[in-house]
């Protein structure tokens, strides 16, 4: 658990940050979400004293961030950022296991842990492990970037806008490559972004900051239901918000009894994505599959209903 | 800044005194000379060395720039890639020869007097800012580079309008690196009788007269840094419109 | 005479293939093989019956012919671009190979040869003292600029203070650097008790040395500098991200990094040092310098060339050894994907 209590950081006496509190529980994802600006990659920066704070205190499973060396600190927590930050001068394998070697673990254990993250993040260790940073794509750079912050096990993990440079389609896979890796070894992560389709999409729980401050803390379907002040509520985007509420949901949540026509959609197609099926194939409902076994249909109205009910 | 002006002034001043008046650092120099011996050079007016010392600078520089340039527009065009690899290599190792030596060998085959320092000056000279030029106009942006092509300018156009205004700061720091090399060693052009401020330097130290020495090198030392901290204000002054940022180190 | 001048036609001949460079090469080597056999064969040809006292030495065009024959060998190696392997073996070849043309005394009937006879000991010092002043001062700069190119590299102020005073330094016209260098070393020799025992005085090798020193300081500096600072901000981000220390991170990210810009400055300074080194003979330092200048004031040709010419391959041979090890050191191997 990470606990931040009351934490500033004033440069020439404004505050970046002003007095944050939070706490993040163990094996979730905390994104931490705002404009250009609003002092979210200062807090993040915070946590693995990268930036120390002016005043406040950071506890990791209770040990207070400041008792600790920078660099010993450091070492217990994983960092992740954009643009990745390989060392071009070390192979894939090397770069992996930078923090193992800072953290003095013996070969073996650290070349297994190599193979082991590389399987994880479906790269195939051979192929992989003596390459050089130079010479992958940018999506498979982005992976070893993680594997190397998730190398020694960390206690938590920080990202700050890590899929930044990718394009859309590398990115939605990088994003579905997290959630999967996170549920496995179920890490603790703490991800920077500026965009709150990421945030919604990615977060236990999502943070919304604006001008230093943190102004709403939540699930996301608490951000979009009841956004705390007029910034979050624009940062949801206004007319899309019935969108933004049925991407939140799977389908399994309002499905009946009954059959429909046509193609089938999996029970974890979230209600948007049902919702443009429906439209597009000119349909008001379509057949749910659970593992290949019907379960049922979801009609257009319940959709409708869902989105309107909320209100 | 303020500063910076400041002690350009004051360094302007004093070089100007030590060339149209020595008498008044006689003081100065004193101490340095041998008992008795003379302590301001006298053998020739410290003016005219100073204006045929740059003179031959400016001459060999300025043929210099010419030929360079022209030399790196020739091999950047299309027509004249295939020269572009050899000429690399020849100012790459073109550089390696000390101006010294360039100095010593031009004697054999051109005799004493101005004569071969010029060449020297000259040929040294073509090697920094042809390497520059080269630089200059082949690493131009490429997004300008097709918007230039895209608004129907014609090569020779481009050339004029786009191409030689953007490698210019470029360009110019070679002249720069051309210039201090040119003014060093047209002093040693003195031990092959040119006329310039090495000829005070020389004479000290074949009479073992350091005020001489001092009073020579001092003059020498000035010229060079300020015209040095001109170009290095002039190309400041040209980044700082293209909206690039000058170097902070400035070889 | 024909051998040589048919290998001459021939190289020149094939040296101008442009489609086929190895051929270009062979070409060039050819034909300097023909100009040296032309040389070796025609000075003790031209000597006979000529007297004690004649001389030999060979005209522009020999000079001429090899700088176009040098000109195509190194044109002919740009396109080849060879591996820094194949080029070290090369540069072993052509040294073995004037090593032997040297040893084998078939030229030492031209005038500089004779001359180099006549003063053997003499110029086995002047080598000495060339190569100690040129790499003396490069491992004194290095042991001081390295270091202070570390500081910099930390701390802002001081590298915005200091880089503009060394590259003022390195303005100073050689000459003028020299003779200030003298009454400042001359003074510090009579006022430090036991400076002048270790040879501290303002004339010879003490001024030469430092001045040399100081030369070498901007190089060496900026080049750290500019080394260090090239590791990508992120990967630096990332290395502070992950917990390394300040001096973990200098040694595991930012020095193999920077290592070959880093050795670009000790290029810079080696090749500059040793065309430098040639002004202390003016002030009685010693080296090479001293041939020339004595050369130059005697109007003699032969000994102008014998200070010149082993300045010149100094410096080449240094450059192209430096070129070969900065290609080594680059930190990612260069093979595509």
């Known amino acids: ?311 | 800044m303020k500063r910076g002006t400041l002690l350009r002034v004051a360094l302007g001043t004093v070089l100007l005194a030590l060339v149209l008046r020595p008498a008044w650092f006689a003081w100065v120099f004193a101490p340095f000379a041998p008992e008795g011996g003379p302590i301001i050079y006298e053998r020739a007016s410290l003016l005219s060395l100073s204006l045929s010392h740059l003179g031959l600078v400016a001459l060999a520089s300025t043929a210099a720039t010419l030929v360079a340039v022209t030399l790196a527009i020739l091999v950047t065009r299309p027509a004249g890639a295939a020269f572009l690899p050899l000429s690399r290599t020849i100012t790459n190792m073109g550089q390696t020869f000390p101006p010294v030596a360039v100095l010593a060998l031009a004697v054999p085959s051109l005799g004493f007097g101005s004569g071969p320092t010029l060449v020297a000056l000259f040929l040294y000279g073509l090697l920094p800012i042809f390497e520059n030029a080269i630089t200059g106009l082949s690493t131009l942006p490429p997004a300008t580079m097709e918007a230039a092509r895209g608004i129907g300018l014609s090569r020779r156009q481009r050339l004029v309008r786009v191409e030689l205004p953007l490698a210019l700061p470029v360009i110019l720091t070679g002249i720069r690196l051309s210039v201090v090399i040119a003014l060093g060693t047209a002093t040693i052009g003195s031990t092959v009788a040119a006329r310039t401020l090495g000829e005070v330097i020389i004479a000290g130290l074949l009479t073992n007269n350091t005020a001489y020495v001092l009073q020579g090198g001092l003059i020498v030392g000035l010229f060079a840094v300020l015209i040095y901290d001109a170009m290095v204000q002039v190309e400041a002054f040209l980044f700082r419109r293209l909206g690039g940022q000058p170097s902070e180190t400035s070889e | 005479m024909v051998p040589g001048m048919v290998a001459l036609a021939a190289g020149l001949v094939l040296g101008l293939q442009l489609a086929w460079p190895w051929l270009r090469l062979a070409g060039a080597a050819l034909g300097l093989a023909g100009l040296v056999w032309l040389v070796s064969q025609g000075a003790p040809a031209l000597l006979v019956g000529a007297g004690d006292y004649a001389r030999v030495s060979p005209g522009a065009g020999f000079w001429c012919l090899l700088v176009v024959l040098a000109l195509l060998m190194a044109d002919a190696l740009s396109n080849l671009s060879p591996g820094p392997f194949t080029r070290a073996g090369l540069l072993a070849v052509v040294l073995a190979l004037l090593a032997l043309l040297l040893q084998s005394g078939v030229l030492s009937d031209l005038s500089i040869m004779q001359e180099y006879a006549s003063r053997q000991d003499a110029f086995r010092d002047a080598t000495l003292r060339h190569l100690g002043l040129a790499f003396g001062s490069l491992a004194t700069a290095a042991a001081i600029g390295l270091p202070l190119g570390i500081v910099c590299h930390r701390r802002a102020g001081l590298r915005r203070a200091l880089l503009p005073i060394l590259s003022f330094m390195q303005t100073i016209p050689s000459l003028a650097m020299f003779g200030i260098m003298i009454p400042l070393l001359g003074w510090v020799g009579d006022a430090v008790p036991g400076a002048k025992a270790i040879g501290i005085a303002g004339i010879g090798f003490a001024p030469a040395f430092l001045a040399l020193v100081l030369y070498s300081l901007l190089p060496v500096v900026a080049n750290m500098i500019a080394g260090l600072q090239s590791t990508p901000p992120a990967a630096r981000e990332a290395a502070r991200g992950m917990g390394m220390t300040e001096w973990q991170r200098l040694i595991r990210v930012e020095l193999p990094l920077g290592l070959p810009v880093i050795l670009a400055g000790l290029r810079i300074v080696l090749v500059q040092n040793i065309g430098l080194a040639v002004i202390a003979g003016l002030i009685g330092g010693g080296g090479f310098g001293t041939f020339v200048f004595q050369g130059l004031n005697q109007t003699a040709t032969d000994l102008i060339l014998l200070g010149a010419l082993p300045t010149v391959a100094l410096a080449l041979v240094s450059a192209i050894v430096m070129d070969i090890l900065v290609e080594l050191t680059r930190p990612i191997p260069e093979h595509t994907p």
């Open chain 1, 1 to 311: 658990m990470i606990e931040i209590e009351q934490i500033t950081k004033l440069y020439d006496g404004l505050p970046a940050v002003d007095s944050v509190s939070m706490t993040v529980d163990t094996a979730t994802i905390t994104v931490i979400v705002g404009t250009s600006g609003s002092g979210k990659t200062t807090l993040l920066r915070m946590i693995n004293r990268l930036v120390e704070p002016s005043s406040g205190e950071v506890r990791i499973n209770g040990t207070p961030t400041g008792t600790l060396a920078k660099h010993v600190l450091r070492r217990r927590i994983g960092y992740a950022i954009q643009g990745h930050g390989l060392f071009p001068h070390y192979t894939v394998a090397r770069n992996i296991a930078a923090v193992p070697e800072l953290l003095g673990w013996p070969k073996e254990k650290i070349n297994a842990r190599v193979d082991e993250l590389l399987d994880l993040f479906s790269m195939e260790p051979e192929q992989f492990r003596d390459r050089y940073p130079a010479e992958l794509s940018g999506g498979q750079q982005q992976r070893v970037g993680v594997a190397r912050a998730l190398a020694s096990r960390p206690d938590l993990l920080l990202m700050d806008e890590p899929f930044g440079a990718l394009d859309p389609i590398i990115r939605a896979r990088a994003q579905e490559d997290l959630r999967r890796i996170q549920q496995a070894l179920g890490s603790t992560i703490m991800l920077v972004t500026h965009d709150m389709e990421e945030a919604m999409h990615l977060g236990d729980r999502v943070a919304v900051m604006d001008e230093g401050r943190l102004v709403q803390h939540g699930t996301p379907a608490e951000i979009v239901l009841r956004p705390a002040t007029d910034f979050v509520a624009e940062m949801v985007g206004g007319v899309e918000r019935p969108l933004r509420l049925l991407s939140l949901i799977p389908v399994s949540e309002i499905v009946e009894e009954g059959s429909a026509e046509g193609d089938a959609l999996a029970a974890d197609t979230s209600l948007r994505d049902a919702l443009s099926t429906c439209l597009w194939s000119g349909r008001d409902a379509v057949p749910v599959v659970q593992d290949g076994v019907p379960m049922g249909r979801v009609t257009l109205d319940a959709i409708r209903a869902q989105a309107k009910g909320q209100r």
